[in-house]
Every structure is written in structure tokens, then in C-alpha cells.
T-cell receptor, first 113, second 115 residues
């Protein structure tokens, strides 16, 4: 089955700096890669996703890149703000019988003033 | 409601008792997941239901854990003879699986405390 590795496990950046979280996956059939944000005491929520037919996707200060050859994808947050502090999870899935979402272990991002 | 609903929100039980946790997915969603999240930890996969396929139970930690999904909708996670290490937040999620995978929506979770 799919295996998703995520790093770093914790990340501290100063407000205004950029943050990058990286994930690798094992199943070359995976074609859907969402990112979830979980604020303290709340449920995980989708912030951005990318499919294998594109290499990069942006939404305001958030971008995700995908390298299918190397089987890795990354989340980039620019101009970080205190409200970006949360745990971020990457995930990967394929279609059909392999459609189960497999999550990474999470990255705790702390944005300091 | 429009979202994934879990009940109860909180459950305190004595060690050795059985508990049932309920998940009402979004109507029409064919995929349903259960995860366990201990304090400050990641999402531990428990079980996955997809349509009429046999569930993927590979994440269940012991035979004390079981889950059902009746009629392709509501799911119940049962923990028998609870232990203190079962204390965690149990999250349910559902998604609409078609030719293109889509977002998984999470419920608010059930916080289980075994005393």
C-alpha cells in the first residue's frame, strides 16, 4: 500500500518568513495530493490540493508543488502570519480500489512574532 | 446538517467497559474513514469503507476494535473492554469518490477518556 513520509515534524519561523513542508510517497499510481490544516482543538480541514496532471498550484500565500518523477510534493507558505500556526498534514491517494487517503505524520508549524 | 457529524462529542468510560462511537457522513459520500488522534500526535488510520467493497481494517490496533457501516451510510466504531491507552480523539471523515478523488471532510471528533 501507499506510504507517505512528511518532514519536518516541527517547524518554527518568524512572522513574515516562508515555511516549506515536504512529503514523499511510494505508490507511483497516486494522483491526488491534498494538504490539511488542523488548528488546536479543531478538526483537520483541506487548504489546498493538487492532482498529478499539474506541477504547481497557488492560492494566495499558499502553494503546492508536485514532482511525480521523484514522488514528492511540497507545501509553501509565504509571508507567514501567527494564524498560520497549526499542524499540517499531507496525504496521497489514487483512484479505484486504491482510493484510500494515506496521511503523513504531520508538521507542527509555529509562527513567532 | 451538511457536514460530518459524530456522537457523542465526549465520552468518559470506566476501564473494561465497551463503547460505541457514531459517525454520520455527508449524504452521498461513498468513502468513510476512522482515525485516532492522541494528544499532540498525528492521524492514526483505523479503518476505511468504500462503497460495497470489503473494508480496509489494516489499521485496527487489536481485536477489541471493530466498525460497521450500515446501508452505506452511518458507521459505528466499537471498542470492547476499553483500556486507558484507548483514550484519544476519534475522528471520522467522509469523501465522495468518483473518477477524480475529492476532499475528505472530517467530523468534530469524539474525545474518549478511559478512567
Amino acid at each position: 500500500g501507499e506510504n507517505v513520509e512528511q518532514h519536518p515534524s516541527t517547524l518554527s519561523v518568524q512572522e513574515g518568513d516562508s515555511a516549506v513542508i515536504k512529503c514523499t510517497y511510494s505508490d507511483s499510481a497516486s494522483n491526488y495530493f491534498p494538504w490539511y490544516k488542523q488548528e488546536l482543538g479543531k478538526r483537520p480541514q483541506l487548504i489546498i490540493d493538487i492532482r498529478s496532471n499539474v506541477g504547481e498550484k497557488k492560492d494566495q500565500r499558499i502553494a503546492v508543488t508536485l514532482n511525480k518523477t521523484a514522488k514528492h510534493f511540497s507545501l509553501h507558505i509565504t509571508e507567514t502570519q501567527p494564524e498560520d500556526s497549526a499542524v499540517y498534514f499531507c496525504a496521497a491517494s489514487s483512484t479505484g480500489t486504491a482510493s484510500k487517503l494515506t496521511f503523513g505524520t504531520g508538521t507542527r508549524l509555529q509562527v513567532t512574532l | 446538517g451538511a457536514g460530518v457529524s459524530q456522537s457523542p462529542s465526549n465520552k468518559v468510560t470506566e476501564k473494561g467497559k465497551d463503547v460505541e462511537l457514531r459517525c454520520d457522513p455527508i449524504s452521498g459520500h461513498t468513502a468513510l474513514y476512522w482515525y485516532r488522534q492522541s494528544l499532540g500526535q498525528g492521524l492514526e488510520f483505523l479503518i476505511y469503507f468504500q462503497g460495497n467493497s470489503a473494508p480496509d481494517k489494516s489499521g485496527l490496533p487489536s481485536d477489541r476494535f471493530s466498525a460497521e457501516r450500515t446501508g452505506g451510510s452511518v458507521s459505528t466504531l466499537t471498542i470492547q473492554r476499553t483500556q486507558q491507552e484507548d483514550s484519544a480523539v476519534y475522528l471520522c471523515a467522509s469523501s465522495l469518490v468518483t473518477g477524480l478523488n475529492t476532499e475528505a471532510f472530517f467530523g468534530q471528533g469524539t474525545r474518549l477518556t478511559v478512567v
